[in-house]
């Protein structure tokens, strides 16, 4: 731990994953205006003080958001000393563009980022890619690895991704970001834990030995459920579905079902030697602090004595 640059008390999320303890860490996700800002802010602090292992703070899509980005993760890492994880996204930016975003995360203190492509827009979909400075997301881990002194961390899909030709291939550029510098990998969301165990597997099989974060997204209304399947694409158990049938229509009692189903994923997880495991939070606190209050007795601790 450090606290030199702008007081930013940067801790590598690496070193937070390798610790043989039980961890669980948070995504947030900036406001899209400046008027949502102080809201968002709010939020993000209210799930920093309940201490996560680390928090993410995605990049909006297209950079729109940025400054958002990095302000909120500098404000938890100052204010909370909790680690914070940066998102970046390339694939609609210039490379002029990205170098000015690695710099100012530099002058920020910022040393851990998620590199990413960034979903592909209708005009990119359109366009020739042999123009774009930047194709693939490996090619910005390539960049933030040349840059030095970051930590980086990548995405992969337990249900492949959607362009991808087929999972074989998708696994061996999952590899080729882990060979251009990606330490570990956060997965998009799972709602069925033997997809993951499955993916992780057929990763370790093709010599991918970095850690693997699954990422587990509480569904604490019903609304959530359709925009989770069209963003994610992700499987949803038949127990899972029951779940929303029968109390989809009590806010109340659908959060705290929700809540229960994302518990209870996580302890399947641990108690299968998954030790690290990354929350969509949504920016709801209480989501966040519930689902750490069921955990107390587990996080911290090591079960594999
Ligand atoms: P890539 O690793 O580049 O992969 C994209 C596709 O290209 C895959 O099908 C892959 O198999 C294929 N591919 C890769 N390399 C090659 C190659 N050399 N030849 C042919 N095909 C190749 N989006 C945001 O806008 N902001 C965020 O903050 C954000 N955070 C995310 C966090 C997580 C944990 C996850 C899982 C996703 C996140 N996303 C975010 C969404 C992400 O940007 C999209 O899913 C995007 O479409 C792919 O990004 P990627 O980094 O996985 O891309």
Redesign the pocket.
């Known amino acids: 731990m450090c606290g030199s640059r702008n007081e930013v008390f940067a801790v590598k999320i690496i070193d937070i994953l390798n610790r043989k303890n039980m961890s669980l860490s948070f995504?947030v996700?900036p406001p899209k205006r400046e008027d949502g800002f102080d809201s968002v802010k709010q939020a993000t602090e209210e799930i920093a003080a309940a201490r996560p292992a680390f928090m993410?703070?995605?990049?909006?899509?297209?950079?729109g958001t940025s400054r958002f980005?990095m302000e909120i993760a500098q404000n938890i890492e100052q204010k909370y000393h909790v680690p914070t994880l940066a998102?970046?996204?390339c694939?609609s930016s210039s490379r002029e563009m990205v170098r000015a975003r690695i710099g100012e995360m530099k002058r920020m203190g910022i040393e851990n980022v998620?590199?990413?492509?960034?979903?592909?827009t209708p005009e990119l979909e359109k366009s020739d890619p042999a123009g774009w400075d930047y194709?693939?997301?490996?090619?910005?881990v390539e960049e933030l690895r040349e840059s030095g002194g970051f930590c980086i961390?990548?995405?992969?899909?337990p249900e492949?991704?959607?362009?991808?030709?087929n999972q074989k291939?998708?696994?061996?550029?999952?590899k080729?970001?882990v060979d251009a510098g990606a330490e570990f990998?956060?997965?998009?969301?799972v709602f069925d834990n033997n997809l993951f165990f499955n993916f992780l597997y057929k990763l370790r099989e093709i010599g991918v030995t970095v850690p693997v974060?699954p990422?587990i997204m509480p569904i604490t209304n019903a609304n959530q459920v359709k925009r989770a399947i069209k963003l994610?694409g992700s499987f949803m158990p038949q127990r899972f579905k029951s779940i929303v049938d029968y109390f989809g229509n009590d806010p109340e009692a659908m959060k705290q079902a929700g809540i229960a189903y994302a518990t209870d994923q996580i302890i399947d997880l641990y108690a299968n030697g998954i030790t690290n495991v990354?929350v969509y939070s949504m920016n709801k606190p209480d989501v966040a602090k519930a689902i750490l209050d069921n955990l107390s007795q587990i996080l911290g601790k090591d079960f594999a004595r």
């Open positions: 995504e996700f993410s703070v995605t990049y909006g899509a297209g950079g980005t998102h970046l996204t694939v998620m590199a990413l492509r960034g979903d592909l194709r693939y997301a490996v090619q910005l961390g990548a995405a992969c899909y492949v991704h959607p362009d991808s030709v291939e998708d696994l061996q550029h999952i080729e970001k990998l956060t997965t998009q969301m974060l990422g994610s990354h």
